[in-house]
């Protein structure tokens, strides 16, 4: 948790560092981002446990074709500056704000994430400092923690040794890490979700000197690394998967519309230049999930934005929740997440599944039932788990038309009209 001193460090480290921003045209740096180790931490951590880390978060069954497009989803987040009293601590909560301000960007597709790609897509995933601790206390979303494990991170030996100095609820919170470097030169890392929700290892870890907007207009410093980060926090992959290698065996990536590619490869700006993909493409180098300078990248795929969405209603759906945004402090992020002892369903109208969202604290089960307009009872399921995730209704095979849903828990009910089909 935080503790007085700390906060009252990094108030006085933020005054302190106070700088002043001037808009200027990128400029070329020698030295190109080095990747980040989240292949490798990945096949580790499956090395290690196969059935995936236990007391992880467990996926429901729910799938996001037709999810309303208009819903915002607010991530909560915690920064961790952790320091060994080197430049690492001098992260200035302009920084903390500037690099919220850069994911939300590249997750809208605005602002430094805008593009006009066909193939781009745009999510209502967004970031919110949070401004409640897990005790309940004031925040401002961020605090400054002396670690030797800063100065130079071995992500392979130490990442659990230095995120249990400082962990909070990962089923509740995004947490990120700042660092002084990490071994071999390396960025930052990402656990996927599958893999690690919920769990100590959940979270981000990232190198300070590419943390947010500092040192301003260097065309590798523009924050997207975090936002490269953010992308593995929910479910997405470098495009050539989990293995390297010639195009024919290479990894996937799972999503159709960012070209396969059989290996890594740098692009630099200002030429931010595309080699040929495997399919006779120009590689998308301006993906957040490849690799290029910060000036060259600017999107995700539509594909990528479903994925992400996925993810995050399988498997961080009480992170999202109203609840968790009041209790986090980011309800007021949003007119549009529910309140608290609500239920929400989308998407209206629904075509495969019907996404039932109980929004409840301490709701054990839930009973559902749907009715067609002539009365017959076309669906009826109780005792479903609920609690603060999602439960899914598989209208796939129902006829086109207006449906009456019913939902009862111990603390309230619902009676909803709903259209299946378009």
């Known amino acids: 948790m935080m503790k007085k001193f700390v906060f009252m460090l990094g108030i006085w480290i933020g005054s302190a560092g106070v700088m002043t921003v001037h808009a200027q045209a990128p400029q070329v740096v020698d030295t190109p981002q080095l990747p980040c180790v989240t292949d490798a931490l990945d096949k580790l951590l499956q090395r290690n446990y196969p059935l995936g880390v236990p007391g992880r978060n467990l996926p429901v069954t729910a799938k996001t074709e037709g999810v309303d497009a208009d819903f915002i989803y607010y991530i909560p987040v915690v920064v961790h500056v952790m320091h060994a009293f080197g430049p690492e601590m001098n992260i200035t909560p302009l920084q903390i704000e500037s690099q919220i301000d850069v994911m939300n960007e590249g997750f809208g597709r605005y602002g430094r994430g805008f593009n006009d790609n066909p193939l781009g897509g745009k999510s209502n995933v967004r970031f919110c400092l949070a401004s409640i601790d897990p005790d309940g206390n004031p925040t401002l979303g961020y605090e400054y923690i ?43 890392y990402a656990y996927v979700p599958s893999e690690a929700a919920g769990t100590v290892y959940d979270g981000i870890v990232a190198n300070y000197a590419s943390f947010g907007l500092f040192p301003f207009g260097t065309a590798t410093t523009y924050g997207q690394t975090v936002t490269h980060e953010a992308g593995h926090f929910l479910g997405l992959y470098h495009p050539w998967g989990l293995e390297e290698g010639v195009c024919s065996d290479g990894g996937t990536d799972f999503c159709d519309d960012t070209p396969p590619v059989p290996e890594i490869y740098f692009s630099r700006w200002p030429s931010c230049s595309q080699p040929i993909a495997c399919d006779g493409d120009l590689r998308q180098v301006a993906n957040f999930m490849d690799y290029a300078d910060d000036a060259c990248q600017n999107m995700f795929t539509k594909c990528q934005v479903a994925r992400v969405l996925n993810n995050l209603l399988t498997y961080r759906s009480e992170m999202v929740s109203g609840s968790n945004l009041a209790s986090t402090g980011c309800a007021s992020a949003t007119d549009s997440t529910p309140a608290l002892d609500s239920i929400f369903v989308y998407p209206v109208p629904a075509s495969t ?3 039932i969202n109980l929004d409840i604290v301490d709701v054990g089960s839930a009973k559902v039932e749907m009715i067609d307009m002539t009365g017959r009872k076309v669906y009826s399921a109780g005792n479903l788990a609920s609690g603060r995730g999602p439960i899914t209704v598989d209208v796939s095979q129902f006829s086109q038309g207006i449906y009456m849903l019913n939902v009862w828990t111990n603390k309230t009910e619902i009676h909803r009209r709903v259209r299946i089909g378009y």
């Not at 071995?154 to 089923?171: A, E, M, Y």
């Open 146 to 188: 002396p670690s030797l494990y800063a100065a130079d991170l071995n992500p392979f030996t130490q990442d659990t040794l230095l995120k249990r100095i400082s962990q909070w609820d990962p089923k509740r919170y995004l947490n990120i890490w700042t660092v002084r470097r990490i071994v071999s030169g390396f960025e930052g």
């Open 353 to 355: 599944y019907l996404i």
